[in-house]
């Protein structure tokens, strides 16, 4: 069982910036895929970004493509979300998923809120 951990969300205002931290409990976190979701108050979640286990390949979102860079650290057993020109429309709990195939295991989330 995986247990994953966000942290470093918070209140930012438009234009700002933002670094996502999930810690993963898992000792062979290198065998994982790991994404980013997001979800907005009466949306449906949503795919942000992904990282593969080797770190070699990232994928994004057409909304945060260009603004958001995922990356792992596998000796700290963490994966990261920077986030950097915000807007409103980011706002939501940000949750990470992680998974050998499938993504299997999921975070509790951590709020991102972005003021106009």
């Known amino acids: 069982q995986v247990q994953l951990v966000e942290s470093g969300g918070g209140l930012v205002q438009a234009g700002g910036s933002l670094r996502l931290s999930c810690a993963a409990s898992?000792?062979?976190?290198?065998?994982?895929?790991m994404a980013w979701f997001r979800q907005a108050a009466g949306k449906e979640r949503e795919f942000v970004a992904a990282?593969?286990?080797?770190?070699?390949?990232?994928g994004y979102a057409d909304s945060v493509q260009g603004r958001f860079t995922v990356s792992r650290d596998d000796t700290n057993n963490t994966v990261y979300l920077q986030m950097n020109s915000l807007k409103p429309e980011d706002t939501a709990v940000y949750y990470c998923?992680?998974?050998?195939?499938?993504?299997?295991?999921w975070g509790q989330g951590t709020q991102v809120t972005v003021s106009s």
């Open positions: 998923a992680a998974g050998l195939r499938l993504l299997d295991y």
């Open positions: 898992e000792r062979t976190f290198s065998a994982y895929n």
């Open positions: 990282i593969t286990r080797s770190g070699r390949s990232t």
